[in-house]
């Protein structure tokens, strides 16, 4: 079947680095996908990796491992602004499997 | 741009009713998805498509219809609604690139009650 598997939560400071991960089993895989969603809001993207690797966009990288089933989403300098659920997703051919989000608090 | 319309953005319902949610894109995009999303959890595609005319299955799609007779229109219908269908409910829609659908924009969501 389908899984993905992430932190349900992560605490950390302002300016701080902090790394959200993602284990995943799906039947197919395009890529991998990260998404912001602020409470009350709706998913923004964020990154996303079809290879293995590490992208980066601006304070934000994304790193997958095809291999290893994994990614993980690296947040540098962190903001207040940033406190926010991160859900990975899988992209299996023409439809997505979102993770069950990690919820990040950042404090002063 | 507007991006991705949904309507409405409340409503309440009693068990057993019906009801259409709408969603519009004015990006040209060719794939929509509908999601729900309920309290502290992912999202869970409920049906999408990948073109006008088209659609299917996603991983929970009993109690739902959709239909894509537009290419900017993806309709969501609860044909007789149940508590268990209280949710978020999240239209979204993507382009394809070299096979990759790549990024997804979401509109701002339909908060559902049924009682």
């Known amino acids: 079947g389908q899984s993905l598997e992430q932190p349900s939560e992560v605490t950390a400071v302002e300016g701080a680095i902090v790394q959200i991960n993602c284990t995943y089993q799906t039947s197919g895989f395009y890529g991998l996908s990260w998404y912001q969603q602020h409470d009350g809001g709706a998913p923004t993207f964020l990154s996303y990796?079809?290879?293995?690797g590490l992208e980066e966009t601006g304070r934000f990288s994304s790193f997958l491992s095809r291999s290893d089933s994994y990614g993980y989403l690296l947040l540098q300098e962190l903001q207040m602004k940033d406190s926010a659920s991160y859900f990975c997703?899988?992209?299996?051919?023409?439809?997505?499997?979102f993770g069950p989000g990690t919820r990040l608090s950042v404090l002063p | 741009n507007a991006g991705v319309t949904q309507t409405p953005k409340f409503r309440v319902l009693k068990t057993g009713q019906s009801m259409t949610l709408l969603c519009a894109q004015d990006?040209?995009?060719?794939?929509m998805y509908w999601y729900r999303q309920d309290p502290g959890m992912g999202l869970r595609l409920i049906h999408y498509?990948?073109?006008?005319?088209?659609?299917a299955k996603g991983e929970v799609p009993d109690g739902y219809n959709v239909s894509r007779l537009k290419k900017q229109n993806f309709l969501l219908g609860l044909e007789s609604a149940a508590p268990s269908q209280t949710s978020v409910y999240f239209c979204?829609?993507?382009?394809?690139?070299?096979?990759?659908?790549?990024?997804?924009?979401f509109g701002p969501g339909t908060r559902l009650t049924v009682t």
């Open positions: 498509s990948v073109g006008e005319g088209t659609t």
């Open positions: 990796n079809a290879l293995d």
């Open positions: 997703a899988v992209e299996e051919g023409q439809n997505f499997v």
């Open positions: 990006m040209n995009h060719e794939y």
């Open positions: 979204a829609s993507s382009y394809s690139t070299s096979g990759n659908t790549y990024e997804q924009y």
